[in-house]
């Protein structure tokens, strides 16, 4: 496969207006119930961004928004990556550069402070993104057949304290009173072979409120015995993500 795209990372303060409003033409496109204030508001918040360009004319056609906190749960110092924001243009749907921009950001977050242990805190609003922790993790929460107690417990107290009263605990979503942003009806649908796959299955059946916005709070050890595939490559011999170091 030719490679068309190539990825950044950039500090947030480092972004400029006309790249934001870049980004957020191609939030609306796959998005509903946003709006560009609300989207600024949203960003500001976060540490850093994965930026996806097209090599051939430097044009944005992806990205996700991060952000690092420090957490005392249960006496133990944590700290966690949040992954907020995140889109791929359609027409790039299947190349693995966010794939691998993420891996390369993650193994440096984790190796700035290796000894205290890192979580990748996600909020699913539709299954494809879901569908990663599988890709990269061995064990994450919510999962189809396992429990997970302490992640379970990890990621409720982070989402409560986080989110506050947005946070359903009994369920494990976050339900805003009104949606901040859920994909549109033609990307929302899922055919049915995928709906086969046990995790599409499941996340279908923990967040049916996907299609109006609630989004299902999702957690994972990022350490050495826990990620895998690409993510397990990148951790052994972590590479600093091309630009802010």
Partial sequence: MIRRLRSEALQIVDVTERERQDLYRLFEKCYDAISYNTFCADFEEK????????????????????????????????RTVFSGDTIVHPDYWGEQELVKGWCRYA???????????????LISKGYRTYLYLSLF???FYPHFERTEPT???????VATRKFGTSYDRDRGVLKFKTSRGHLKPEFAEIPDPRKQNDHVSFFLARNPGYTTGEELVCLAELSDENVQSIAARYFKDPQPPRMFC
């Fill in 47 to 78: 540490d850093h961004l994965l930026i996806l360009r097209d090599r051939s004319d430097d044009s944005i056609r992806g990205f996700s928004t991060q952000q690092i906190e420090r957490w005392v749960i249960e006496g133990q110092s944590i």
């Fill in 107 to 121: 193994s440096w977050v984790r190796n700035q402070n290796p000894g205290e242990p890192l979580y990748w805190l």
């Fill in 137 to 139: 993790c061995r064990r």
């Fill in 151 to 157: 992640l379970n417990r990890f990621a409720a107290e």
